[in-house]
């Protein structure tokens, strides 16, 4: 087999965004496209010379391709072996796992989440640190600043991987491992939570339905709900994965999963119902003709967590990303835990994960984690919300509405206005930008402003500094609202106005999300003078 050194030129647009690169299935199939990128990453964590290092994906079109070409290369730029899931699958909660636990030099995760799949739609590469959680910022600088020096790829000449039996094989001088994508990750479930208590619920006649959209979930859940903890066969829903997810948006949300909402919201409604995304990291909480915020998800299991075996000492703190509500802060200061807000994406929670000064922490976009990997982690959250209502012998409706009784209602959404020409988002930024000092004391849609800032994130830990994370304008009682850009599209804009009101009176508790939060919308068009701006009014998705 002959290692080849291929000449290229650096590709431009290699900026890895919050989670790894993600552009449209056809830009990464141009020519040399994939290939500089994964040059990028071996060049940019100090090359792959006897590294092991892990491969897995969500199974969606053009996966199992880019992974026979990553292998290849890892082979000849002189890695020592590569473990991949079974298939070139691997959810990316199990592929942090295998990377802690195999104490490997990191891993390779082909995924672009939720977005749809196939060859009109997205493809993602991004790159996990031997903790196991997305690239640091310094690293991640580090491979894009490769992308950009780029004039040349090594290769091997070779037949592909099997990819389809488990065992060992060798490509050149390298061991390629095929390993179940499940069984490793499904051990540690086990031990984290109580599934006697969970099989026993289930047995008592709990009914769950979850939806894997499709997506690598499927067959976690179906080993893990049906197979270890007696879920009913068909408990799990679209559980075989598709490379276009069956055509829909594998995004565990109301509006995407609306198979699961119709049943969740239907006669004889199961009395738990949950989903999550293309790569298993998400999850979406439901009871009975009830949708459970991830804000208020995230408070709940801080609330609750020492329910379980695994968190029965405490916590040692929570984070939530900045906009995230503060629902979690309320729990935090009851129980006098510390509670850190960092930016938006999972690669902020690293540090405080592994300096131990939090134990669990969540995002409002459908993302909650704790410790026991370095990644958010779909399957996980269902498993913990289990284990509490299993110990609390209480149903989803009545722990929220007990929650809020004790700890007031944080009312949440997210406005997504997708699709935005870049220089027109920026220019609204940057205008709200140069007002935010001359906001405070101002009277908007009847609602006083209190404060405002542009969020700059100060690790803790390292010290590094993360500036331009998003515009805040505090509000009186409580309101909030956050405005910031995603960085996880892959065409146009998608401005993100996250809005917040709190309550603490129960006769409230009951309201619809966005009448209750009426102020607080018309506060945040008329500050951030969107329809001025994009010619918008109303945004293209509630979350
Ligand atoms: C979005 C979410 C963010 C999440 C990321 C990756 O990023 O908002 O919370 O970490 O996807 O799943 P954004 O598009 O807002 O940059
Ligand atoms: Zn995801």
Redesign the pocket.
């Known amino acids: 087999m002959e290692r080849l050194t291929i000449e290229t030129t650096p590709i431009d647009g290699q900026k890895p965004?919050?989670?790894g690169l993600r552009k449209k299935t056809k830009v990464f199939m141009q020519t040399h496209y994939l290939e500089n990128f994964v040059q990028a990453i071996f060049d940019g964590i100090g090359g792959a010379d006897g590294k092991t290092l892990v491969l897995g994906g969500d199974g969606r079109y053009f996966g199992d391709r880019a992974a026979q070409v990553i292998l290849r290369m890892a082979a000849a730029n002189g890695a020592a072996r590569v473990i991949v899931g079974q298939g070139a699958l691997m959810s990316t909660p199990a592929a942090s796992n295998l990377i802690r636990k195999r104490g490997t030099d990191g891993g390779i995760i082909l995924s672009a989440?939720h977005n749809p799949g196939g060859p009109d739609e997205d493809f993602g590469v991004k790159f996990n640190g031997p903790n196991g959680g997305p690239a640091s910022e310094e690293v991640t600088g580090r491979i894009f600043e490769a992308t950009t020096k780029l004039s040349a790829y090594r290769i091997l000449e070779a037949q592909d991987a099997d990819l389809s039996n488990i065992g060992e094989q060798t490509l050149g001088d390298m061991i390629v491992e095929v390993v179940d994508p499940v069984a490793d990750y499904a051990a540690l479930m086990e031990e984290l939570f109580d599934f006697d208590a969970i099989r026993a619920l289930i047995d008592g006649g709990f009914r769950l339905c979850f939806d894997a959209m499709h997506a690598v979930t499927g067959p976690y859940a179906k080993a893990i709900l049906e197979g270890k903890l007696g879920a009913s066969e068909g408990s799990v829903i679209n559980a075989v994965p598709k490379p276009d997810f069956g055509g829909g948006h594998p995004d565990p949300n109301p509006v995407w999963a609306k198979e699961l909402v119709d049943i969740m919201g239907g006669v004889n409604a199961p009395d738990f119902g949950a989903a999550s995304d293309g790569d298993g990291d998400?999850n979406m909480i439901m009871g009975p003709g009830m949708y459970v915020a991830p804000s208020d998800s995230l408070a709940v299991l801080a609330a609750n967590a020492d329910l379980a075996p695994a968190y029965v000492k405490g916590l040692a703190g929570v984070a939530r990303?900045m906009p995230t509500s503060q629902a979690v802060d309320v729990v935090a200061d009851a129980k006098g835990l510390d509670c850190y807000e960092t930016p938006?994406?999972?690669k902020f929670f690293g540090n405080l994960l592994d300096d131990g000064r939090i134990t669990l922490c969540g995002?409002?976009?459908a993302?909650t984690g704790s410790d026991h990997v370095r990644e958010k982690d779909g399957l996980w959250a269902v498993l913990l919300w289990l284990n509490i209502l299993a110990v609390k012998k209480q149903g989803v409706v009545e722990l929220m509405q007990a929650h809020w009784a004790d700890y007031g209602r944080n009312f949440y959404s997210r406005h997504d206005f997708e699709g935005i020409e870049t220089e027109k988002a920026e220019a609204l930024m940057g205008d709200l930008r140069a007002r935010l000092d001359d906001l405070p004391g101002k009277t908007v849609a009847g609602r006083s402003i209190e404060a405002a800032d542009e969020f700059d994130y100060h690790d803790p830990v390292d010290g590094s500094i993360a500036k331009r994370q998003g515009l805040r304008v505090y509000l009186d009682n409580g309101g909030r609202i956050v405005l910031?850009l995603?960085?996880?599209?892959t065409s146009g804009a998608?401005l993100?106005v996250y809005l917040e009101d709190r309550s603490e009176d129960p006769a409230t508790f009951d309201r619809d999300v966005q009448d209750a939060l009426g102020e607080v919308i018309e506060a945040a068009h008329q500050i951030a003078r969107i329809e001025h701006h994009t010619g918008r009014t109303e945004p293209d998705v509630r979350a």
């Open positions: 965004g919050t989670s989440s998400r990303s938006t994406g999972w995002e409002e976009s993302g910031r995603s960085g996880t599209g998608t993100r």
